[in-house]
């Protein structure tokens, strides 16, 4: 008999021929996260387990946050032919749950001695007969579900802690976020990642017009992303000289558009050198002047790659509780400045004109420019 985590994973049901792909990459995942809390991982018959872990607390919080992770409960494995060990177990399990419950056995092992209701009914009447005083069975409606696996081994638990769904990450290919030290951009970043897709976060950093606090309250985000994301790397572009340029020399009603459309350059750039394909941002239509239908138009149209905007038909509101939810909020809501926020115009254009941007873009040396960018970018594995 041992205690072990077993891991249930989500969509990758779904998966046909190409399954084993997906679920190598699960246990990779998997394994990377558990590996701090020591350990061994493995795959069985649908099952991911971690055995042999001392803060089993704290290794499912941290596996709870991989992508592809249905859910994971802390079970106890059993010799399955010792039917009597099983039910001592479950009744021990059981000691200090009030309320309603039921068994909920699964046989996978079509061979063995008992079918899953009379295991269903037997285990049951065990445990109710020993904890009649704080325990009710209710079929239909149980508040707790005593589940047993009949698989090489039994497996015996009570508790599901839900985790975060979507795809492991890598099997999704690559993507370049565009990181603020916003609200949206850490969201959109989780969405696209959730899906299996592996990040690299492009963070423009317009010092000393933008202090090292918001730099760092950015690799704080980027922190609290690469736990879900399996590390990131960030680029952080200094952007400084750009927006001097573009305040210089553009009209003050487009400098914000124009200064989008050069990060959306540098960030295909930088994508191409990490081999992603596609960028992410954080907008949603019509939050900003920049995010009108027309501004969006404009600086879609100066790269190539895909653009995926997750959060295009999201509220507000609905973006801070989704913050909420994955811990990004608290960070994000730090008051520190960002370099869309200095030099902005005071109206904004949002009916933008093609000709009026090519004149203003004119006056710059773009590929130097981005060159610069690029080439000075500082980057930080987190
Ligand atoms: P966020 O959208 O992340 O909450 P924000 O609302 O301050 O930040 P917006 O002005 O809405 O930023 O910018 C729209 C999108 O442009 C962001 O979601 C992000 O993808 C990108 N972006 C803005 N500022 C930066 C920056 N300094 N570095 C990298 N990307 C940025
Ligand atoms: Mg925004």
Same mark, same amino acid.
């Given at each position: 008999?041992?205690?072990?985590?077993?891991?249930?994973?989500?969509?990758?049901?779904?998966?046909?021929?190409?399954?084993?792909?997906?679920?190598?990459?699960?246990?990779?995942?998997?394994?990377?996260?558990?590996?701090?809390?020591?350990?061994?991982?493995?795959?069985?018959?649908?099952?991911?387990?971690?055995?042999?872990?001392?803060?089993?607390?704290?290794?499912?919080?941290?596996?709870?946050?991989?992508?592809?992770?249905?859910?994971?409960?802390?079970?106890?494995?059993?010799?399955?032919?010792?039917?009597?060990?099983?039910?001592?177990?479950?009744?021990?399990?059981?000691?200090?749950?009030?309320?309603?419950?039921?068994?909920?056995?699964?046989?996978?092992?079509?061979?063995?001695?008992?079918?899953?209701?009379?295991?269903?009914?037997?285990?049951?009447?065990?445990?109710?007969?020993?904890?009649?005083?704080?325990?009710?069975?209710?079929?239909?409606?149980?508040?707790?579900?005593?589940?047993?696996?009949?698989?090489?081994?039994?497996?015996?638990?009570?508790?599901?802690?839900?985790?975060?769904?979507?795809?492991?990450?890598?099997?999704?290919?690559?993507?370049?976020?565009?990181?603020?030290?916003?609200?949206?951009?850490?969201?959109?970043?989780?969405?696209?990642?959730?899906?299996?897709?592996?990040?690299?976060?492009?963070?423009?950093?317009?010092?000393?017009?933008?202090?090292?606090?918001?730099?760092?309250?950015?690799?704080?985000?980027?922190?609290?992303?690469? /736990?879900? &994301? %399996?590390?990131?790397?960030?680029?952080?572009? +200094?952007? =400084?000289?750009?927006? *001097?340029?573009?305040?210089?020399?553009?009209?003050?009603?487009?400098?914000?558009?124009?200064?989008?459309?050069?990060?959306?350059?540098?960030?295909?750039?930088?994508?191409?050198?990490?081999?992603?394909?596609?960028?992410?941002?954080?907008?949603?239509?019509?939050?900003?002047?920049?995010?009108?239908?027309?501004?969006?138009?404009?600086?879609?149209?100066?790269?190539?790659?895909?653009?995926?905007?997750?959060?295009?038909?999201?509220?507000?509101?609905?973006?801070?509780?989704?913050?909420?939810?994955?811990?990004?909020?608290?960070?994000?809501?730090?008051?520190? /400045?960002? &370099? %869309?926020?200095?030099?902005?115009?005071?109206? +904004?254009? =949002?009916?933008?004109? *093609?000709?009026?941007?090519?004149?203003?873009?004119?006056?710059?040396?773009?590929?130097?420019?981005?060159?610069?960018?690029?080439?000075?970018?500082?980057?930080?594995?987190?």
């Amino acid at each position: 008999m041992r205690k072990l985590l077993m891991v249930r994973y989500g969509e990758i049901y779904l998966k046909g021929l190409n399954r084993p792909y997906f679920l190598r990459a699960l246990v990779s995942r998997v394994k990377e996260a558990a590996k701090p809390f020591g350990g061994k991982v493995w795959l069985h018959d649908a099952r991911v387990f971690i055995s042999d872990v001392e803060d089993m607390e704290a290794c499912m919080d941290r596996v709870r946050k991989v992508f592809g992770v249905h859910s994971v409960c802390p079970a106890i494995e059993m010799e399955k032919d010792n039917f009597e060990g099983i039910c001592e177990q479950a009744n021990l399990m059981m000691k200090d749950v009030n309320g309603t419950f039921k068994v909920d056995a699964r046989r996978a092992d079509k061979h063995y001695f008992m079918d899953s209701p009379q295991i269903n009914r037997k285990l049951g009447e065990y445990v109710l007969m020993r904890n009649e005083d704080h325990l009710k069975v209710d079929v239909h409606h149980p508040e707790h579900l005593l589940s047993v696996e009949i698989r090489d081994q039994a497996y015996i638990y009570c508790k599901v802690y839900p985790a975060v769904g979507g795809m492991p990450v890598g099997t999704g290919g690559k993507a370049a976020l565009l990181l603020s030290g916003g609200i949206d951009s850490p969201v959109a970043g989780y969405m696209i990642a959730k899906r299996g897709v592996q990040l690299v976060a492009v963070h423009y950093h317009s010092f000393p017009y933008t202090s090292e606090f918001a730099k760092q309250k950015v690799l704080d985000l980027a922190k609290i992303l690469a /736990e879900y &994301c %399996c590390g990131l790397k960030v680029y952080v572009v +200094p952007f =400084t000289e750009i927006q *001097m340029e573009i305040h210089e020399k553009c009209p003050d009603d487009y400098t914000t558009l124009i200064m989008r459309r050069y990060m959306m350059r540098i960030a295909e750039e930088i994508a191409k050198k990490e081999e992603a394909l596609a960028l992410i941002t954080g907008e949603s239509v019509g939050q900003v002047a920049s995010q009108t239908m027309e501004a969006l138009a404009t600086t879609n149209e100066v790269v190539e790659m895909p653009v995926f905007r997750p959060l295009i038909g999201f509220d507000k509101i609905d973006i801070i509780e989704y913050a909420k939810k994955i811990g990004t909020y608290e960070t994000s809501s730090l008051p520190y /400045e960002d &370099c %869309c926020t200095v030099f902005t115009p005071r109206h +904004p254009a =949002t009916k933008p004109k *093609m000709q009026k941007i090519m004149e203003g873009e004119s006056k710059l040396d773009q590929e130097a420019l981005i060159a610069a960018a690029v080439e000075n970018a500082e980057i930080v594995e987190l």
